[in-house]
């Protein structure tokens, strides 16, 4: 009837949490974006380890157990963690807020042993690795209050194998502002020529804006 009733795992959290950020990024809607961050919160609320860092698979008010256990491999459902150690740096791509960048190189080191071991058995995490080591790029796509020319755009991103990097599209004018409480990076841009206009950044410096999809 709408709602829960079960003790959420920390696989319920993440996989959620990467969907809602999917979900951003298909429709440039800003409510799922912000569920995202309200449910990494509560993630990090119930589930954190504090003292070797990482996520425990169930979460702090849940009935004891003899111990909390945190799964190190990722078969055909990925760990919980994996997925938290991505999510945080997307937050953190999106956000420019390093707290989440910061958890998620806590969390990679948590697994560090299992990762020098034996690496393919923490596939995924190895992806949140690769984002780590690499300087992710922002992305924006503004279209004007007119109309949406972004089709073109849309379809040349879509068709680009571009890892380790935050996608928003967004309407300027109060859209726009509105995004900037969120995502900073959006700050200043504007659709050039009342066209659809990407740009393409690393840590807030862009490219050239363009709206040619070539």
């Known amino acids: 009837d709408g709602r829960a009733y079960n003790v959420a795992f920390l696989?319920?959290?993440?996989?959620?949490?990467?969907?809602?950020?999917?979900?951003?990024?298909?429709?440039?809607?800003?409510?799922?974006?912000i569920e995202a961050i309200r449910l990494q919160?509560?993630?990090?609320?119930?589930?954190?380890?504090?003292?070797?860092?990482?996520?425990?698979?169930?979460?702090?008010?849940h009935e004891d157990l003899l111990i909390r256990?945190?799964?190190?491999?990722?078969?055909?459902?990925?760990?919980?963690?994996?997925?938290?150690?991505?999510?945080?740096?997307?937050l953190a791509t999106f956000t420019f807020q390093d707290a989440?960048?910061?958890?998620?190189?806590?969390?990679?080191?948590?697994?560090?042993?299992v990762l020098k071991r034996s690496p393919i058995q923490m596939s995924l995490m190895l992806l949140a690795v690769d984002y780590l080591l690499?300087?992710?790029?922002?992305?924006v796509l503004v279209t004007p209050s007119s109309s949406d020319s972004s089709h073109a755009l849309l379809k040349t991103?879509?068709?680009t194998f571009l890892p380790n990097r935050a996608f928003t599209r967004v309407q300027q004018g109060?859209?726009?502002?509105?995004?900037?409480a969120w995502v900073p990076w959006v700050a200043e841009k504007a659709a050039m020529g009342n066209r659809a206009t990407a740009y393409v950044c690393e840590m807030g410096k862009c490219e050239l804006p363009t709206s040619d999809p070539v």
């Open 11 to 33: 696989e319920d959290y993440a996989f959620f949490i990467a969907g809602l950020l999917d979900l951003h990024e298909a429709t440039g809607q800003d409510r799922w974006l």
């Open 134 to 139: 690499d300087v992710p790029r922002e992305v």
């Open 69 to 90: 256990e945190k799964s190190d491999y990722d078969g055909a459902i990925p760990t919980g963690n994996s997925y938290a150690a991505l999510n945080l740096m997307r």
């Open 174 to 180: 109060d859209a726009l502002t509105r995004r900037k």
């Open 157 to 159: 991103l879509g068709e």
């Open 100 to 113: 989440y960048r910061k958890a998620a190189e806590k969390t990679v080191r948590a697994f560090g042993r």
């Open 41 to 61: 919160k509560e993630q990090d609320g119930h589930h954190w380890d504090a003292t070797a860092g990482g996520y425990f698979m169930v979460p702090d008010d």
